[in-house]
């Protein structure tokens, strides 16, 4: 019998109507044909003792063997305030430690990451805070995922293991505070990142769900023939193309993945391995074809080396982080004050890599760009004070931030206006000189209210409705090109005068060169003014 390689299959298409379907043969271990042919089911037991043992060799290869993670981790020697000892075998309880009265400088732990999904049961408090950390915390009476992230760190024969609700003092202002801050570090510096993907809630755990590969087919194919007899099984199999996971459309989860250099997925197929050498990687040789949503390019810059650092033109940093944050802002969170507080970790470790900094989530070496945001689909009428109006985290949750995205460096905003400073107290007030143009003389629209009309596209509000007023006006940011692959149009900010020189944002708008109506010349008639934006 001649065996060749089986081509993946496509379903015919006679119609543009018709969908087309990917799909792999993947046959079982134990049969005769297996030997031909590399695919496998996924191992769909993540606490088996064989995945265990796998995960077990992956981590420690990484560890002695990849170079670029080995020179991440001694790049970076911050230890977090407080880290549980888990101990090891099954002993009852752990211990959260005060690491800064340990002065430890470098040690092993992993961190976890997973949703909450309400309420927490076990959480530290300035009221427990000494009972946690000197008669420990019984391990049956934490929740599931906890239990089952104390079993995998246990595993790994870490000593200490990262959890923000025990790690947190979670009623202490100040502690929650300074700590959100560092969580940037938490990640970036841990051994390991253990990612509960499949559990909505803490409740849930992650070990011992049921998982199910995908199959087009829910029945196998008994393959025979006269003179082998039974040779084997085979599945036909969907091609995946990427996650969708619970832990996946979080904001929280989000800095988690960009900034830990190794990480354990449990997905809800099979264990995963991810880190900045190697990755994503299965114990098997799966039909599944892992891809992550999130802007590669983006995780990349995190662990890359200073030389790598040091030859990225301004240009491409300014569109990576223009690009994470434009995912970013399409995940949900539970408290929409959280909007910035959530992506801060990312932001400092960048803008420390990149020897930058930001003002409220806007890169200070790119602030003219980057105040060319618009949202798309705004469900909001009020905006959060949380932050300025130039800034996106003050649409809290109004809808999806969109950035102003270019093909190539050619094609990035020419600027018009100029950023001179920020207020030295809260940095909420933002200097500019700039062109403030009436809106009659460009044509822009006289009334705009939910829902746009087609001709308005242009035009887009912060929030969900907007009428304009006699002292709106229009405030040109630059050239630049909206989206890829079109041509250049003049971008503006729209402003509304709340004090003399001084605005408030009420949305983005941009005029292409073949707009009815508008001409670029209109804008020679103003000239560059001092203008403060709140």
């Not at 082998?228 to 979080?250: Q, S």
């Not at 890359?304 to 990225?312: E, L």
């Not at 995912?327 to 949900?332: G, Q």
């Not at 900010?493 to 003399?500: A, F, G, I, P, S």
Request: aromatic fraction near 10%; glycine fraction near 6%.
């Amino acid at each position: 019998m001649k065996l060749s390689t089986v081509p993946r299959l496509q379903s015919p298409s006679p119609s543009p109507e018709r969908r087309h379907c990917i799909a792999d043969l993947v046959f079982d271990i134990g049969g005769s044909l297996a030997c031909y042919f590399p695919l496998r089911p996924p191992e769909t037991r993540v606490n088996s003792p064989h995945v265990i043992q796998k995960a077990m060799e992956w981590f420690q290869e990484c560890r002695e063997s990849h170079a670029r993670c080995i020179e991440h981790n001694n790049a970076h020697s911050f230890v977090p305030t407080r880290l549980l000892e888990v101990g090891a075998g099954s002993a009852a309880r752990i211990y959260l430690r005060d690491m800064e009265i340990s002065a430890e400088s470098n040690c092993d732990y992993a961190a976890l990451s997973y949703c909450w999904g309400g309420p927490q049961p076990r959480m530290t408090t300035v009221a427990n805070l000494e009972e946690h950390m000197t008669r420990g915390i019984p391990v049956g009476d934490l929740p599931a995922t906890i239990q089952d992230a104390i079993s995998v760190a246990r595993c790994l024969r870490l000593p200490y293991l990262w959890i923000d609700v025990l790690c947190i003092i979670q009623d202490d202002d100040a502690d929650k505070a300074r700590e959100l801050g560092r969580m940037g570090k938490v990640y970036r510096t841990a051994t390991i990142t253990i990612c509960a993907s499949t559990a909505k809630a803490v409740s849930e755990g992650f070990l011992s769900s049921p998982r199910q590969p995908p199959e087009v087919m829910q029945k196998r194919l008994h393959l025979s023939d006269e003179i082998h007899g039974t040779i084997g099984w085979a599945f036909i199999c969907r091609v995946n193309n990427g996650f969708d996971h619970p832990l996946d459309v979080r904001a929280w989860t989000m800095q988690e993945y960009f900034l830990s250099p190794r990480r354990l997925v449990y997905s809800k197929y099979e264990l995963i391995w991810d880190c900045y050498t190697i990755g994503p990687r299965t114990l098997t040789t799966s039909h599944l074809m892992y891809t992550f949503s999130i802007s590669e390019d983006a995780r990349t810059l995190c662990g890359a080396s200073a030389d790598t650092v040091a030859a990225m033109t301004p240009w491409a940093k300014s569109l990576s982080w223009r690009e994470m944050l434009g995912e970013y802002t399409m995940r949900s969170m539970t408290f929409s004050a959280d909007r910035l507080n959530a992506v801060l970790g990312i932001a400092n470790e960048i803008c420390t890599l990149w020897g930058d900094s930001h003002l409220f989530g806007l890169l200070r070496s790119d602030v003219i760009l980057q105040l060319a945001w618009k949202v798309e689909e705004p469900t909001r009428d009020v905006r959060s004070e949380r932050g300025p109006s130039w800034a996106w985290v003050s649409t809290t949750d109004s809808g999806w931030v969109q950035f102003i995205k270019e093909d190539t460096e050619e094609k990035t905003m020419k600027p018009d206006a100029c950023f001179t400073g920020v207020a030295d107290d809260d940095q909420r007030r933002l200097f500019l000189e700039a062109r403030l143009a009436e809106a009659d003389e460009v044509k822009f629209p006289m009334v705009m209210v939910e829902p746009l009309d087609d001709g308005d596209k242009n035009l887009y509000p912060d929030l969900k409705k907007y009428s304009r007023m006699e002292s709106d006006r229009l405030l040109l940011l630059g050239r630049a090109q909206v989206e890829y692959n079109t041509g250049l149009s003049d971008v503006a900010l729209v402003v509304r005068e709340v004090e003399t020189g001084t605005y408030r944002r009420q949305g983005f708008v941009y005029f292409t060169h073949d707009l009815a109506g508008y001409d670029r010349s209109v804008w020679d008639k103003y000239g560059q003014q001092k203008v403060t934006l709140i």
